[in-house]
């Protein structure tokens, strides 16, 4: 966008030109389900992800074809999942299944914020923050 700050607005008392260029990438989110204290991806369990409003309400996120909704797609044959276009706010995921030989995973949740930082919100009231591009959850 462009648009002119005239000799009223500014301090010179010359016409000012400003330019904004305004990027929304949308914020997405990378999920592997590994293993306590090992790094191979496991395989065999099912996810699901709910954004939760400011009411307590879930609902649940799916993979949208309507470019405007976040989207949540969960590959159980690789133990990886994306979430794709999050708008700000609270998200849990929930174990549904999980991989021969284990129990499923307590629910998580987490916020997003508008420029992509997430907070992993822990037991006690703790929680991780970490900023965009830098957030991989590795154990449930």
């Known amino acids: 966008y462009t648009f002119e700050i005239g000799p009223d607005n500014a301090k010179t008392g010359a016409a000012l030109a400003v330019e904004i260029n305004a990027v929304n990438t949308p914020n997405s989110l990378l999920v592997q389900k590994v293993g306590e204290g090992d790094t ?59 991989p021969y030989g284990y129990v499923i995973a307590q629910p998580m949740e987490f916020s997003v914020d508008q420029q992509g930082n997430v907070t992993l919100i822990k037991g006690n009231g703790r929680v991780e923050t970490k900023s965009a591009g830098d957030y991989s959850c590795r154990k449930f």
């Open 40 to 98: 191979k991806l496991l395989t065999g369990a099912q996810y699901e992800l709910y954004f939760v409003g400011q009411d307590g309400k879930t609902t649940q996120i799916t993979n949208a074809t309507d470019r405007r909704q976040p989207m949540w797609a969960w590959n159980s044959k690789t133990g990886t999942g994306e979430a794709t276009r999050l708008k700000s706010g609270t998200y849990r995921l929930v174990e549904t299944k999980s």
